[in-house]
């Protein structure tokens, strides 16, 4: 049986967890559609979603479609949350975009948007909300083609848009503006198409056109719009005609080598570890031997829930366990592309997390590496010295969550000293240095002369050899590769460097030997720890030489606001380091979009109700990193400084 892995992404609050809800029962999986606001949906199943009334967590439920079996995935869509998105989009057949009918695109409408065309994932629309009063068809589908793609098409026209009355109609074969439109915007993805588009643009059969939309939606090339209501059920059967039609359902190659990539990782209710599988090629049975673990119970998602099986096959998605060290991201037998695994931007702040009570310092380790291995974007740090662990963050609603997490499942009650902006170190220039053995004050029986040069943003980091890799023993070169990449965490002022390639310009050990009769010297032979202490003196000494500056997370922001707040408004985004690139007064209101650093923006939040007398809306998402202009803070962890050389050797010796 084929399968259809669909996401479902949005903006926050634009109805995708209602939207599942509806999908679920038209396909007869529930009697009774669920609520939100009553917190009784089938995806928004923790006790805090419920509370909140937002997704926090990506689920998946199933239903059938037409002999297609469909893996819901329903997301969430407050940008603190990203993180979760993320994870999902590598398991992805195919996905619906949802859009309010009311709010129109939103800043996360976009992010989301421009990702899934980049990653070329089959994207429906559907326009939701068409019920509400202030709901707007045509205004927002014209929004959709000038602010997301303008290769959309809508699938139907509504009725009493706006009331609770209003409905959608699909165009058919006679509707001569829908084949018109459908022939434009299929020639532009066609050639031949587009040949017979110029001859004879009405004469092109409907069934032709209807064929080449669903190649084309499946290319990623264009997008069929539909609109609905996830409250009255309007347009939902439409939509799954849609999902059924467009969008593309996997044969999985069954025999092929086993392939699957873990996308979520859950504690049942005895704490052990559940891996969320979607398997991509293969079959994965239980009491299989993997690199995390042995196999010992699988259920497949099948019409609602998960049901036990003894195997996972290629297209389908699983809970598996038994997988005690799976980390999220894992791949399960042979890695099935190398895709880019980061399509967002990292979190941008953190923040020290701090136990009620002394004696929960342990307890709040524990709790915290638990909930890394669930969000291993959370980063937990330790410093040693200051005894103080952080946690990094996409914004305040994560904290609050993380804080209730910690006390609800854990026990432990915490506060967070001020959150501070997470900053990245960009090389300048280039910069080398080396280190030889027996010479200069280098204490270390190894030898290591490294070049560090900028790389594009995003690329990583690179690692290459310019010596014999037959020169050394391998485990010195790892220890050097990997010396590297941890003592880049943090740059010459404290903050990671991640993107620069570093090039091994010299190498040299002393060989494995000993005085006569006696056993392995290490006084005299060299070991991967001298190797592992040289490293970051050479490295640091070369980042300085190349000069690196701090870059700061600058987020964009769209203000809608009274006109009559404006002064007030400019004059306080002036003290928050904000600059407005644009206004545009709309009746009685304005629009203000511009750059404002991350570190801002909760201020922002905090003042905008009494600025606006409760009526301003603010959205921001994360942009780019601009260079912090003035004096730079400096994270230098208080123990780790080989930028000293003298306090450095003096710490490694006391260590030894
Ligand atoms: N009138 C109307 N309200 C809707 C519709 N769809 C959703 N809502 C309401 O909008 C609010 C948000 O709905 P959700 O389904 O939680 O939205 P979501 O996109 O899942 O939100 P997050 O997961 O938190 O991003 C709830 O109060 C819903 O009742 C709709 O079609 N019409
Ligand atoms: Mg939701």
């Known amino acids: 049986m084929s399968t ?83 994870r999902v989009l590598s398991v992805l057949d195919g996905a619906v975009l949802v859009v309010s009918a009311v709010e129109g695109v939103q800043a996360q409408t976009r992010v989301l948007m421009r990702t899934l065309r980049r990653l070329r994932i089959p994207t429906l629309i559907f326009v939701n909300k068409i019920d509400r009063g202030g709901a707007q068809d045509e205004r927002v589908l ?63 059969p409907y069934g032709v056109l209807r064929k080449e939309l669903a190649a084309q939606t499946r290319r990623a090339l264009v997008h069929p719009v539909y609109f609905g209501s996830a409250v009255t059920g309007a347009g939902v059967d439409s939509l799954i005609s849609g999902i059924g039609e467009l969008l593309p359902a996997i044969e999985g190659d069954v025999d092929g080598p086993v392939s699957g990539t873990v996308f979520k990782v859950e504690r049942g209710p005895a704490g052990e570890k559940i891996a969320y599988v979607r398997m991509f090629s293969g079959a994965l049975p239980v009491r299989e031997q993997t690199d995390a673990g042995r196999v010992t119970a699988i259920s497949v998602f099948e019409r609602g829930s998960a049901v036990q099986r ?23 037998g042979t890695p099935v592309n190398e895709a880019e695994t980061h399509h967002f931007a990292p979190p941008t702040l953190e923040t020290v997390v701090v136990p009620a009570r002394p004696q929960d310092r342990g307890a709040l380790h524990l709790a915290l590496a638990h909930l890394a291995e669930q969000d291993p974007l959370i980063n937990v740090r330790q410093d040693e010295i200051r005894r103080e662990v952080s946690v990094s963050l996409y914004g ?51 030898t ?48 990671e460097i ?22 392995f010297d290490k006084s005299m032979s060299s070991t991967a720890g001298d190797f592992r202490n040289l490293t970051p003196l050479v490295l640091m000494s070369a980042l300085r030489q190349a000069g690196t500056r701090v870059y700061e997370p600058m987020h964009r922001f769209r203000l809608e606001i009274p006109a009559d707040a404006f002064g007030q408004m400019v004059a306080a985004l002036a003290r928050l380091r904000a600059v407005p690139q644009s206004s545009e007064s709309r009746g009685s209101a304005y ?9 801002m923006v909760h201020g922002l939040q905090r003042q905008l109700p009494a600025l606006t007398r409760g009526e301003g809306e603010l959205e921001c998402a994360f942009d780019r990193y601009q260079p912090v202009s003035g004096p730079v803070r400096s994270r230098r962890r208080s123990d780790h400084n080989p930028l000293n050389r003298k306090e450095y050797l003096l710490r490694v010796k006391r260590r030894v």
Request: net charge negative; glycine share 10%; aromatic share 4%.
């Open 310 to 332: 003894g195997q996972v096959v290629a297209g389908r998605i699983a809970k598996v366990r038994g997988l005690t060290d799976v980390r999220i991201g894992d791949t399960i």
């Open 142 to 204: 014209r929004t959709i083609s000038e602010k997301l793609t303008p290769a959309v098409i809508a699938m139907g026209s509504v009725r009493e848009v706006g009331t609770p009355r209003s409905d959608f109609r699909p165009y058919g074969a006679a509707d001569a503006a829908f084949t018109a439109r459908l022939a434009e915007v299929l020639a532009e993805g066609d050639d031949a198409l587009l040949a017979a588009f110029v001859d004879d643009a009405a004469r092109m």
């Open 591 to 599: 629009v203000l979009e511009g750059e404002i650093p991350a570190a």
């Open 448 to 495: 290591v002369g490294l070049r560090v040069e900028p790389a594009p943003a995003g690329t990583g980091v690179e690692f290459g050899l310019e010596v014999e890799p037959g020169s050394m023993p391998p485990t010195f070169f790892k220890a050097v590769e990997d010396t590297v990449r941890l003592t880049l965490l943090q740059g010459v002022h404290g903050w």
């Open 498 to 519: 991640s993107d620069c390639t570093v090039t091994m310009t010299h190498s040299g050990y002393a060989a494995r030997q000993s005085h006569s009769h006696a056993v």
């Open 396 to 446: 305040e609603v994560q904290k609050e969550v993380i804080q209730a997490t910690l006390a609800e499942d854990f026990h432990v009650d915490v506060t967070f000293r001020e959150t501070t902006t997470i900053c990245v170190e960009r090389l300048s220039g280039t910069g080398a240095a080396v280190e030889i053995m027996h010479e200069q004050g280098n204490p270390f029986l190894a």
């Open 4 to 86: 259809l892995n669909l996401g479902i992404l949005a903006h926050v609050d634009a109805g995708k967890t209602s939207l599942t809800e509806r999908l679920l029962h038209a396909a007869g999986v529930i009697d009774e559609v669920g609520s939100v606001d009553e917190g009784n949906t089938q995806t928004d199943s923790l006790a805090l979603e419920r509370q909140r009334g937002i997704t926090i967590k990506s689920a998946v439920v199933s239903f059938e479609i037409g002999g297609v079996t469909v893996n819901l995935i329903d997301t969430p869509g407050h940008p603190d949350f990203i993180a979760e998105v993320e």
